[in-house]
């Protein structure tokens, strides 16, 4: 069982940033994916960024050059840091987990390749 906790989201106006934060318990896997999704009202949950325990983030093409993905492993935690903030950037912000060495590339940001969730945090960006 792992728990994931989220932080960081907020209110901020367009083209402000925001960091969000993603600390798993209990770490006993050496291989494992991580990954942000978010949920507006009414739309499907969409995966934001993705990273495994070796290799470089996936990002969804919304978002690739505004968030960048990163993971301390001292301090086992994963950051989304989110610049340039557009009002379509709205949603609750999920951390996801997955016990695995690998995920075909093109399904690294699918909801079904992951089976541990935080509770989510909420990013509202205003116009």
């Known amino acids: 069982q792992v728990e994931l906790v989220e932080s960081g989201g907020g209110s901020v106006q367009a083209g402000g940033s925001l960091r969000l934060s993603c600390a798993p318990s209990?770490?006993?896997?050496?291989?494992?994916?991580m990954a942000w999704f978010r949920q507006a009202p009414g739309k499907e949950r969409e995966g934001v960024a993705a990273?495994?325990?070796?290799?470089?983030?996936a990002y969804a093409g919304s978002v690739k050059g505004r968030f960048t993905s990163s993971k301390d492993n001292a301090k086992n935690t994963l950051y989304l840091q989110m610049n340039n903030l557009k009002p379509e950037d709205t949603a609750m912000y999920y951390c996801?987990?997955?016990?695995?060495?690998?995920?075909?590339?093109?399904?690294?940001?699918?909801?079904?390749?992951?089976?541990?969730w935080g509770q989510g945090t909420q990013v509202t960006v205003s116009s």
């Open positions: 996801a987990h997955v016990a695995t060495g690998w995920i075909p590339p093109g399904r690294i940001l699918a909801t079904s390749q992951y089976n541990y």
């Open positions: 209990p770490i006993t896997y050496r291989t494992y994916y």
């Open positions: 990273l495994g325990y070796q290799g470089s983030p």
